[in-house]
């Protein structure tokens, strides 16, 4: 049995870390590269999962506030491509879209989640910091827009009556 790469891709949010880096708080998604498929996590306001795949590296697929950073090896899995499409589907079901939240349950925490069951090792702390640092100081989450943290938040301020949209 051959064993297969297990690779952390880490993109820079680069829109927020021109503010939060200085403060050594970088903002980051990552997903899991294995088999030629990234696996990664993002929220949506419905019941099933939020775990997607996209192109490894491809920072495009994500948005256009993101940009590949760097990529780091974790390790090693003995699991074959079946075993991990299958490990990654039961995770959709603790990682649903609608259960998705900024500081406690993101996309770092899925990476580190699936890193933990493929190889026995997490992701390198800094890369889910701010997430950490937010646990450590409770009042920081209040701090910001209820949008940013879940979906469910921000579809409720989309849908509000005083939310305006221009249509062109």
Known sequence: MSRTPIILNIYDMYWINEYTTNLGLGVYHSGVEVYGTEYAYGGHPFPFSGIFEIVPKDADDLGEHFKFKESILIGYSDFSESDVIKIVENLGKDFRGDKYHLMSRNCNH???????????????????????????????????????????????????PGFETTRQ
Not at 113 to 126: A, D, F, R, S, V
Not at 135 to 144: A, D, G, I, K, T
């Open 110 to 160: 899925f990476t580190s989640t699936l890193t933990l069951y493929l190889t026995g090792k997490e992701i390198p702390g800094w890369v889910n910091r701010l997430a950490y640092f937010s646990s450590c100081v409770p009042f920081l989450e209040q701090c910001l827009p209820k949008e940013w943290l879940t979906p469910v938040a921000l579809q409720q301020s989309l849908q509000s």
